[in-house]
């Protein structure tokens, strides 16, 4: 059985730190991994999809890389503001069909 | 940017009535899937909906749930008996490529069986 596996479940942090989200899949069968975030109440906004055939996606201050090899993907925020609090969450696709295997997610607070 | 859009927000609902969630997916996308997320839990896959037909589905999407897209722009899940347990938030996302490109999220309606 898949499972997705994302640590740590919470992170505070002041505004203007880097830092690192960490997510572990136990299937070596990916196909694809894709980033979202979630705000209170709201639905999930898609950040970043990095193909198995990738090693890494930027996109502005975010940029989310893929190790096959060690089943883990990490997403990298830059400079955080206020406005990155939110879930992430990662979800691991293992096939064409886009059937979404999700980790539990990690919630970022980031301070002022 | 184009959304995916969801009604309602929320529904309330008495254990065995039917119910239908709506939604309209991003409009030159091909590929539709349901998903939920039980309070506190992760995020589920229910199914896959491609060319009037369903592509997959879970173990969770059993013969009390339904998927339909009765004209060309909505997408609909039905639960025909609902269960206290069918509580939860119920996401439909929409893809322009299964597989390859990302999907895309509405802001979810919330269904609560009582």
């Known amino acids: 059985k898949q499972e997705v596996t994302q640590i740590p479940a919470a992170l505070s942090v002041p505004e203007g730190e880097n830092l690192v989200l960490n997510c572990s899949f136990t299937?070596?069968?990916?196909?694809?991994l894709q980033w979202f975030r979630q705000d209170p109440g709201k639905g999930l906004t898609s950040l970043l999809l990095?193909?198995?055939?990738?090693r890494e996606q930027t996109s502005g201050r975010l940029n989310a890389s893929l190790d096959k090899s060690s089943g883990r993907s990490t997403l990298y925020i830059a400079a955080s503001q206020p406005g990155d609090s939110a879930t992430y969450l990662c979800a691991q696709n293992t096939g064409t069909a886009s059937k979404l295997t999700f980790g539990t997610g990690t919630r970022l607070q980031v301070t002022l | 940017e184009p959304e995916v859009t969801q009604t309602p927000s929320h529904q309330v609902t008495q254990m065995g009535q039917e119910v239908i969630l709506r939604c309209v997916p991003i409009s030159n996308h091909l590929y539709f899937y349901w998903y939920r997320q039980i309070l506190g839990q992760k995020v589920e896959f229910l199914v896959s909906?491609?060319?009037?037909?369903?592509?997959?589905k879970s173990e969770i999407f059993d013969d009390q749930f339904s998927v339909e897209r009765p004209d060309g722009s909505n997408f609909t899940l039905k639960i025909r008996s609902t269960k206290l347990e069918d509580s939860a938030m119920y996401f439909c996302?929409?893809?322009?490529?299964?597989?390859?490109?990302?999907?895309?999220f509405g802001n979810g309606t919330r269904l609560t069986v009582t």
């Open positions: 996302a929409s893809s322009a490529q299964s597989g390859v490109r990302p999907l895309h």
């Open positions: 299937d070596s069968a990916i196909y694809n």
């Open positions: 909906f491609y060319n009037n037909e369903i592509s997959e």
């Open positions: 990095i193909q198995s055939s990738q």
